[in-house]
């Protein structure tokens, strides 16, 4: 976490209305909101800014003690990490329940570390929540901020509590702001069960979002800031996307909604795959999600390790290589995310995709190279004859040129694609899409 942000954890018991309040606050469906236990898992975070201050909200997974799911332990330790990290905690309860055992353990946890919070309870637009509000005193709190995320009431008074406690100045604040608008945004895509959320945290350090055999473990779209090699990257760990047809429960079809829309606030996006299972039709299917956002793109062929001997490796490599087909630009990187292995050449690959995502061409050279095979080529055209005058590139995140022709209607995309690999034969652009569009002179 970015400790040059003021940092606001948002705690509590499962289902008493956290990740709603987390969406209601950041203004945006950030977090999964469904009316049952245990559906926020990770820590998901998002800037904020109210009346001028600026603070980092943190989601967690409800906390809980015993019980047999091996998941649990997992997330009362990323619940426990965001109370130590954070610098303020807002303590949520659910004021229809009343004043449980629970709460009571909680509230102590926060008294034994020392950490300042505030006590909301929610859902007091309901007659029974209203009536139970007064058993809260118990926790001995100077104030009971009493609101309804679902309706917004109340929240107001909460928020004006929060940065009221924000100090005039935070430490690097600026510098954050300065660093965090240049930080390339990477989003781990795949199918469940290939070794996102582990990539994820070797590369964090620690067990940044929970990571398990059980497929479809992550749930939302978590973002997790990294350093490598004296460089940040914010790298966005996703839930598997599976096939239409299995997805089973709604929450699993709001996960792969989130994850499909991280693409599109992404700048590359790392294809994860099962190396020796080597490409599949799912694989092929999430590649093109990414083709369609045109988002940069690094394949990264986990448990390499499965492999046996150099042959085999090199094998499997080619084979995957060959059936990206469209996306053959896309370079395939063997990686072990369990130990890391691979990744320096990963991140070598990751830095070369986003400056051809960002690499601009100045325009004499462009139409110099463009001589020998455009403008001396005739265009397939079901009009008649057609002829390009002139290119220039128009943009870049992705690269984009404009081709001036006489007739852009009926060009077929076999000749785009001619287009795009005779530039990237001399410009390079690996990693990163190629857009052209057609306008007449």
């Given amino acids: 976490m970015n400790r040059g942000e003021f940092t606001v954890a948002l705690v509590g018991r499962p289902n008493v209305g956290k990740s709603t309040l987390f969406n209601r606050i950041a203004r945006k469906r950030r977090a999964i909101t469904f009316d049952q236990p245990g559906v926020t898992r990770d820590l998901v975070a998002q800037p904020v800014e109210y009346d001028g201050r600026r603070f980092l909200l943190i989601d967690t997974g409800g906390y809980v003690t015993g019980g047999d799911d091996d ?3 997992k997330i009362r330790g990323q619940v426990l990490r965001a109370i130590y990290e954070s610098d303020l905690v807002v303590f949520l309860v659910d004021a229809r ?7 009571k353990e909680i509230a102590g946890m926060l008294r034994e570390r020392e950490k300042p919070f505030l006590l909301a309870a929610n859902k007091v637009d309901a007659k029974e929540g209203r009536e139970a509000l007064a058993q809260f005193h118990a926790l001995a709190v100077d104030r009971i901020f009493g609101l309804s995320s679902e309706h917004g009431t109340g929240v107001s008074d909460l928020l004006e509590a929060v940065v009221s406690r924000i100090p005039e100045r935070m430490p690097r604040e600026d510098a954050g702001k300065e660093e965090a608008s240049g930080v390339p945004k990477i989003a781990v895509v795949g199918r469940p069960n290939v070794g996102k959320s582990t990539l994820v945290n070797t590369l964090a350090g620690f067990e940044r979002v929970i990571a ?4 479809g473990t992550t749930r939302d779209a978590v973002d997790v800031t990294v350093e490598r090699d004296g460089k940040r990257y914010l790298l966005i760990d996703t839930a598997g996307i599976r096939a239409k047809r299995k997805t089973e429960d709604v929450i699993e079809k709001f996960s792969v909604l989130k994850s499909l829309d991280s693409l599109k606030r992404c700048d590359l996006a790392i294809l994860l795959i099962d190396g020796p299972e080597g490409l599949t039709h799912q694989d092929r299917q999430i590649l093109r999600y990414i083709l369609n956002e045109e988002r940069a793109v690094v394949v990264a062929a ?3 390790d499965r492999w046996v001997g150099e ?3 090199r094998a499997a490599l080619r084979g995957i290589q060959e059936g990206l087909e469209y996306a053959s630009f896309a370079p ?3 990686t072990v995310a369990t130990t890391g292995k691979g990744f320096p050449l990963l991140f070598r690959k990751i830095e070369e995709a986003i400056a051809s995502f960002r690499q601009r061409v100045p325009t004499g050279l462009l139409n110099r190279m463009a001589q020998g095979f455009l ?3 005739p265009i397939p055209s079901q009009q008649g004859r057609n002829r390009a005058f002139y290119v220039t590139q128009v943009g870049v995140t992705p690269p984009s040129f404009a081709v001036f022709v006489k007739d852009r209607r009926g060009i077929p995309d076999s ?6 690999n005779k530039i990237r034969d001399r410009f390079g652009f690996e990693g990163s899409p190629v857009r052209i569009v057609y306008r007449e002179r």
């Fill in 71 to 73: 998941l649990l332990p």
């Fill in 97 to 103: 329940d009343g004043l449980l055992p629970l709460d």
């Fill in 212 to 215: 398990s055999e059980v497929p």
């Fill in 302 to 304: 986990n448990k390499a």
């Fill in 311 to 313: 042959e085999q490796r």
């Fill in 332 to 334: 395939v990187v063997p």
């Fill in 375 to 377: 403008y001396a080529v």
């Fill in 415 to 420: 000749f785009t694609r001619y287009l795009q």
